[in-house]
């Protein structure tokens, strides 16, 4: 098991046993666990076991583990009993984004007709920009992904 690094973080003391968790699932990179303050019943997390605050610190292929976890348990929601007609998966990276844990996590909650959850969208939501402003943007993009 990779070291959970991070001797205040609240997901590394759960990798390291010093804290309780519901675990549903791990393997040696990665760890799902029941939310403790659940959208929906049956809400969990997947996270990696190593400590990453952010996704640029995750290293390459640690996000595919973590979403492969995710959908592989998210048939045992529709089965488990809890109420489950849709699926969500959420992952804020970054304060403004809404992480609160700085410990890369990806939320997984069922979702049922009139459960009051939704998504707000900001102002700009809708406008759709002009193609030269997305060619601009894609290509600001691109020479910011060669220059990592």
Known sequence: MPPAADATCI??????????????????????????????????????KAHAACLTDLPAGEGARIFEMARALTPALYKSGVKCEGVNFHLADGGVAGQEILHVHLHVYPRYAGDGVGLRMGPRYGTTPKREELDRLAAAIRAARNQA
């Open 11 to 48: 997901f590394c003391q759960i990798v390291r046993r010093e804290l309780p968790a519901s675990v549903l699932a791990e393997d040696d990179r990665t760890m799902a666990l029941l939310d403790i303050r659940p959208i929906n019943p049956g809400h969990f997390l997947v996270i990696p």
